[in-house]
């Protein structure tokens, strides 16, 4: 292979005027048409082109960065926005068939190379209660020192809601699950069912800040053993109950509220009628549903996770547009009260998320392995970049079962 072809390989992927300079292990350089170039990106070693080779597109650069044999110096959000604007349908098929040929060599060569072990690929029906505790214990059950380190004292991976553009990610936090009590106008007394609960912090918030009796569920063995400990710690263990298993195997009714935050996503097109309904009917009349979820601006946006994030992060995810959502919602029973769009919110919450990771990179490649880390350092600039160009967004939708006589129990204009 002539001397600049390896960096020239890489630039049909990332886009001929993507300010980011190529740099190969065999010497070559290739610099963006309009000369400035804002990162680079580091190929070390023909393995990752091997991997480019398997998959031209995310999911090959993914597995070659994750893997170690490519890299970016220079920070990821800007490099993945100035690369944000090109897909590898923006290929042209002639690109990819000459790519295909100059790069079958490499691939013969290394036909037997595996993807990082950080890789997951399910198994059995989509979303059959086996297949998502799978696909939840393949993200979650990691390390709870690794996700202390990431996401702070709040632990919480849900989207934050910053009341202030200088808040700090706690603050944010505890304004969002503030901001969920509101919405849900919890009381004492009251009891709330929690699902996919986490780490436990709004049912913990519930007890602590409004007197409610909580029950979180989350299909996650490690979130489970954390939130019990960290519930008997503050002393709330007479108001909260954090259970490990599926939210569909929850026989209790009646409740006052119910908290779905961050859970719809992994639920699924095909399930959502089942979904609302069964939410639906955990609820006494007058109770109310907060459904915290991402989702895709419309229907012209993908509804399946990109490759690498269903591979690495999140497998199985699916995202919908906010008029499905509430249509099913609505369909179920609900009446809907409210619906906001947090989408700028999430994208400062990873960045926080990034910044903490980055302040404790050491231990946190020490606690869960260099590949992990390299994961998460890549898909949590890559999720920023999504919601800052409104190609994924973070939507709470409110909804209440009415009475017989279909009183909502609602104020004429709620303070939120």
Not at 234 to 239: A, C, F, T
């Amino acid at each position: 292979m002539s001397a600049p072809a390896v960096a020239d390989l890489f630039r049909p992927v990332l886009g001929a005027d993507a300010p980011i300079t190529v740099r190969a292990y065999d010497g070559s350089v290739s610099r963006p048409a309009g000369g400035d170039s804002v990162a680079d990106v580091d190929v070390r070693s023909e393995t990752a082109l091997a991997y480019l080779a398997g998959s031209p597109n995310t999911l090959g650069l993914a597995r070659a960065f994750v893997s170690g044999h490519l890299d970016v110096d220079g920070d990821l959000y800007t490099a993945l926005t100035a690369m944000s604007e090109l897909t590898i349908s923006d290929v042209s098929p002639r690109t990819l068939a000459e790519m295909a040929l100059r790069l079958a060599p490499i691939r013969l060569r290394h036909r037997n190379l595996a993807p990082p072990p950080q890789e997951h690929r399910q198994h059995g029906w989509m979303h059959s209660k086996s297949r998502d505790a799978e696909a939840i214990a393949h993200h979650y059950d990691v390390s709870n020192r690794f996700y202390e380190m990431v996401l702070g004292p709040s632990m919480a991976y849900t989207c934050a809601a910053y009341p202030s553009e200088t808040a700090t990610l706690e603050e944010a936090q505890f304004a969002k699950h503030a901001l969920v009590a509101d919405k849900l106008a919890l009381e004492p007394g009251m009891r709330m069912l929690d699902v996919g609960c986490g780490w436990g912090q709004m049912s913990m918030h519930a007890a602590e800040h409004h007197g409610v009796r909580a029950t979180g569920v989350t299909l996650s063995r490690d979130q489970a053993l954390w939130a019990q400990k960290e519930v008997a710690r503050r002393g709330l263990s007479d108001l909260v109950e954090i259970r490990h298993g599926d939210y569909r195997d929850v026989p209790e009714t009646g409740f006052d509220a119910v908290s779905s935050i961050g859970l719809t996503e992994h639920i699924g097109r095909a399930q959502l009628k089942q979904y609302f309904a069964f939410l639906y009917s955990k609820l006494r009349p007058g109770g109310r549903l907060l459904n915290h979820c991402i989702t895709r601006p419309d229907a012209a946006h993908r509804a399946h996770a990109d490759p690498f994030i269903d591979r690495y992060v999140f497998p199985d995810g699916e995202l919908l547009p906010i008029g499905y959502l509430v249509s099913r919602m609505n369909g179920a029973g609900f009446e809907i009260r409210h619906e906001e769009n947090l989408r700028e919110h999430y994208s400062k919450t990873l960045k926080a998320w990034t910044a903490n990771l980055e302040a404790n990179w050491d231990e946190c490649v020490a606690e869960a392995g260099e590949g992990s880390a390299r994961v998460w350092k890549l898909y949590m600039p890559a999720c920023a970049v999504g919601f800052d160009l409104n190609n994924i967004q973070l939507h709470q939708v409110l909804g209440v079962k009415l009475d017989d006589q279909g009183r909502s129990g609602f104020p004429l204009r709620p303070a939120y």
